[in-house]
């Protein structure tokens, strides 16, 4: 897995949403980087509230990240990450979201959803069957009977 910096992929968004690329000339400026890595940390964090967890490196304060950081994302998330940022960015600077870039990125987080949401694990209920051949008519696991300090069962 390569180093992905946070200077990575926040030109690749401001590219994907036609607001800055080196093959239209257009240079990012300062303040666009800026809000843009606001906007990423922004968006990382309410992913990880869905339950998305990507191990991003977070800036202590999200107006204070510096470009320069890793950002921690996995090869395999950075392409959502980009086209959905890149929607974020469009919202923003109040241009129309392009159909495939609005399919990229739906696909892309649908993706992140299958890989990276950590489900919990379920305990299994006291009335489930055990399997065949258990015996009893119930299906309720025996709990431990009470004992006192010596070890002797306790009638109730």
């Not at 992929?9 to 800055?20: D, E, K, Q, S, W």
């Not at 990240?65 to 890149?86: F, K, M, R, T, Y």
């Not at 987080?109 to 051949?133: F, I, Q, W, Y």
Request: proline share 8%; net charge negative.
């Amino acid at each position: 897995m390569a180093a992905q910096t946070k200077e990575a992929v926040v030109p690749r968004a401001l590219r994907r949403a036609g607001l800055a690329s080196s093959a239209m000339l257009l240079a990012p400026e300062p303040e666009s980087i800026a809000d843009a890595l606001t906007d990423l940390e922004d968006m990382i964090a309410e992913w990880e509230g869905e339950g998305l967890v990507l191990s991003y490196h977070y800036t202590g304060n999200p107006q204070q990240a510096q470009p320069s950081e890793q950002s921690g994302l996995p090869d395999w998330s950075i392409a959502a990450v980009v086209h959905n940022l890149a929607i974020r960015l469009l919202v923003d600077n109040q241009r129309p979201i392009p159909d495939e870039l609005s399919t990229l990125a739906f696909n892309g987080k649908e993706t992140l959803k299958v890989k990276a949401v950590e489900v919990p694990s379920l305990a299994r209920r006291n009335d489930m069957p055990r399997g065949t051949g258990n015996g009893r008519p119930r299906f309720y696991q025996e709990s431990d009977p009470l004992r006192d300090v010596n070890g002797k069962i306790i009638d109730l």
